[in-house]
């Protein structure tokens, strides 16, 4: 059992390059989320989307962008990384469909930004 | 505005029991969720109270006081494995997640 594959697992990217990180849920679940996670922070909403073709903006998506063009996929993209985007991102993907039920998490990704 | 509230880190012993807890200000109130982060790892799910009271599952509880923007964490019989991060995060009107910061917990033999 899968449940929610990211990757990279970790990646040290220079400032100004494009970056995609990767989600794969095998779960058939509807909704999907990006956060980012800071030390001494919460978990920050990045973008979500609660259906295939749909997409919504989080707490904190400059920067950010996503696409939804199947149910088991939701990558993230960083048209051009600068230093403060250095954090770990999780996704997580849920079945509920009145906001987020419980959230399944993959095993994230450590992104460094230089 | 909204806001999370939880000690950034407790200090138990093994076998002992410990009590996490978690004040909120949020716009609505759909429910409220603890998740559980090992170091280095993704969050997991623990429990997710709706409704005043006390839920209890195994080891773990969790309470919910609705007017007083207050829940708690209860994990007895304390072992090595349960030192992690324990998220607190109730959800908004919106049904947005509004989450804390997390409680380090350090269980020691």
């Known amino acids: 059992i899968a449940g929610i594959t990211q990757a990279p697992t970790s990646q040290i990217l220079a400032a100004g390059r494009r970056m995609t990180l990767r989600c794969t849920q095998d779960m058939r679940h509807n909704a999907m989320y990006w956060y980012r996670q800071d030390l001494g922070l919460g978990l920050r909403l990045i973008h979500y989307?609660?259906?295939?073709?749909?997409?919504g903006k989080g707490e904190v998506p400059d920067g950010y962008s996503v696409s939804r063009a199947n149910t088991d996929d939701f990558p993230l993209t960083l048209a051009s990384a600068v230093p403060s985007q250095t954090s770990v991102y999780f996704c997580a993907s849920s079945d509920s469909r009145e906001g987020p039920g419980e959230l399944f998490f993959g095993e994230g990704s450590r992104l460094t930004v230089l | 505005g909204q806001n999370i509230d939880q000690p950034t880190e407790m200090t138990a012993t093994e076998g002992a029991i410990v009590q996490i807890n978690c004040t909120y200000q949020?716009?609505?109130?759909?429910?409220l969720f603890w998740y559980q982060q090992h170091a280095g790892e993704a969050p997991t799910f623990l429990s997710y109270?709706?409704l005043d009271g006390l839920e209890e599952k195994g080891r773990f509880s969790s309470f919910l006081s609705r007017s007083k923007g207050y829940s708690y964490l209860l994990l007895k019989e304390l072992q090595m494995k349960d030192s992690a991060s324990y998220l607190c995060a109730p959800l908004d009107s919106n049904y947005q997640l509004i989450w804390g910061a997390g409680t380090k917990l350090i269980i020691k033999p």
């Open positions: 949020t716009s609505g109130f759909n429910g």
């Open positions: 109270n709706v």
């Open positions: 989307s609660n259906t295939a073709g749909t997409t």
